[in-house]
Structure formats: structure tokens, C-alpha cells
């Protein structure tokens, strides 16, 4: 089916357990894509590595889905190293116990610096990009280990069934653009429009003070993982990819807008 249902009194009784359970519950719509049912607990026999930040239920010709998100960042070790993971499991429920369909798990392990996993959740969606009742999920999530500020690895990950897995990875905009005291504005690549190697190496050419190293801040590196995959998929997934990357953007070029000096009027004397 089209249509991602709330969790309601006609379903199984296993369900019926996780409704009882369930501390909140709220339809979370996303652009372009189907309606999701957030939820604050999961069923047992769903497996969670870390700590939750998000889970979702959605009905398509399969039945009722669940998708859960959970990140750890780990204290350091003894030699001062740090760990960091995300994962993310896709489960049907329908049955008397989940059964889970795929199961992503990315790490960032033994960083002498600053190690940082995070989903972004803007970019989850469940599409039906084939219009046949059967679902894509898409999960999006930074990485990085650093000590200073800059992009950060970016991973884009479309999963269908049990198998599929389609990707589009590169780098965020974090960091991308700094404030210029002395010309009182913005500086920095400005976010690419199109991630091919023609368009990124005309940008550069622009911008010769960012250096010739590819891909950009907000691009990817490529598209292969999409050659065998139906048409529908690489036009939506270029065009969430650029969405959120057009977020970021916004997001942290105010962050780096310094505000307007306050006038004699607004000053306040002590």
C-alpha cells in the first residue's frame, strides 16, 4: 500500500503490547516522501546498539515496518583514543517476533582527536519511488575525527528489501564558510549546484584559495552505485542530497554571521 498508517486497535496483539508501551506517539511527514509514525519504544526482540535517537513505523505490501536509529559517542581510553558508531536496523513486525531486514552499523574507532557520528534526521525518508506498495528507506549520517572545524564525511544510503543498498557519499558543508572580520562578510566555496567532476573542477577554478581537492564541501564523489538501479532512484536521491546539503549551508553560514554592533540607545549602562 501507498498510504504509512498510524498504529490503531485492529492490529496484532504483539502490536498491541507496543502500543501500550509507547510513550508518544506522532505522524512525522516528511517532503516527498510518506507519512512516518514516530514512536519512543520499540517492541521486544528489536535490537538497539547505543542509544536511541529516533524509531519509526510505516505500512507498505510487506506490512508493518520499523525503523530505529541509535548513535554513541564512547568515553576515551586509557591512551586517550575515542570511538564513536551509529546504527540502524529496518524490522517487519507482523509477525510474533520482529523480523529484521538489514542492519547498518559505521564506526569511527581508536580517534586520537575528536570523534563524531551523527544521523542527521532530516534526511530519513520512505519513498515509493516505483509505486508498487514496496518501500526504499533512506538514512543520512556525518563522521569525522578531527580537532579542528571542518566538513565532515557525509554518507546518504537508500535501502530496498534485504539486499539493495544504493549510496551517495561525500562531504558536508560544516565548516565551510568562515567569517571575514575585515570585509565584514561570508568567505568560501560557495555549495555546488551540480557534484560531477566538470562542474567541481570549474568551481575550484573560481575559488583557487579552497584547493583542488575533491569532492567539494557539499558534493559527493560519484554516482556509481546507482548504474543498475531503476530510473527513479539517482534524480531523488541527487535532489534530497542537494536539499540537505542546501540546510547545512544555511544553518551554519548564520552561525557564522556575527550580529549587528548594538547602537548608543540599546546600550545598557550599568
Not at 112 to 119: G, H, I, K, P
Not at 192 to 221: F, H, I, N, W
Not at 225 to 236: N, V
Request: with cysteine; charged share 25%; aromatic share 8%.
Amino acid at each position: 500500500m501507498n498510504s504509512v498508517q498510524l498504529l490503531r486497535g485492529q492490529l496484532r496483539p504483539v502490536l498491541m503490547g507496543l502500543l501500550l508501551s509507547v510513550a508518544c506517539i506522532a505522524t512525522v511527514r516528511a517532503d516527498d516522501g510518506l507519512a512516518l509514525t514516530s514512536i519512543d519504544q520499540v517492541p521486544d526482540g528489536v535490537e538497539v546498539r547505543g542509544k536511541q535517537i529516533a524509531a519509526y513505523t510505516w505500512d507498505d505490501q510487506q506490512g508493518k515496518n520499523l525503523l530505529v536509529l541509535a548513535e554513541q559517542v564512547n568515553e576515551r581510553d586509557d591512551d586517550g583514543t575515542q570511538t564513536a558508531f551509529v546504527y540502524a536496523a529496518q524490522y517487519l513486525i507482523d509477525g510474533k517476533r520482529p523480523k529484521r531486514i538489514w542492519m547498518l552499523y559505521d564506526d569511527v574507532q581508536r580517534c586520537q582527536f575528536d570523534a563524531a557520528l551523527r544521523f542527521d534526521r532530516t534526511a530519513t525518508r520512505v519513498t515509493d519511488l516505483n509505486g508498487d506498495g514496496l518501500t526504499q528507506t533512506i538514512v543520512g549520517y556525518s563522521l569525522t575525527c578531527t580537532s579542528d572545524v571542518s566538513p565532515n564525511e557525509f554518507k546518504l544510503i537508500m535501502r530496498v528489501g534485504k539486499s539493495q543498498k544504493f549510496r551517495l557519499r561525500g562531504v558536508d558543508r560544516y565548516g565551510a564558510a568562515w567569517w571575514d572580520e575585515e570585509a565584514g562578510a561570508l568567505r568560501g566555496m560557495p555549495l555546488p549546484k551540480d557534484c560531477s567532476v566538470a562542474a567541481q573542477q570549474a568551481l575550484v577554478s573560481q575559488y583557487k584559495e579552497q584547493g583542488t581537492e575533491l569532492p567539494l564541501p557539499g558534493c559527493y564523489r560519484d554516482e556509481d552505485d546507482f548504474a543498475k538501479a531503476p530510473d527513479a532512484y539517482l534524480p531523488y536521491m541527487r535532489k534530497h542530497w542537494f536539499a540537505l546539503m542546501q540546510k547545512q549551508d544555511s544553518e551554519w553560514s548564520q552561525a557564522q554571521t556575527q550580529p549587528p554592533e548594538p547602537t548608543e540607545d540599546e546600550e545598557t549602562v550599568p
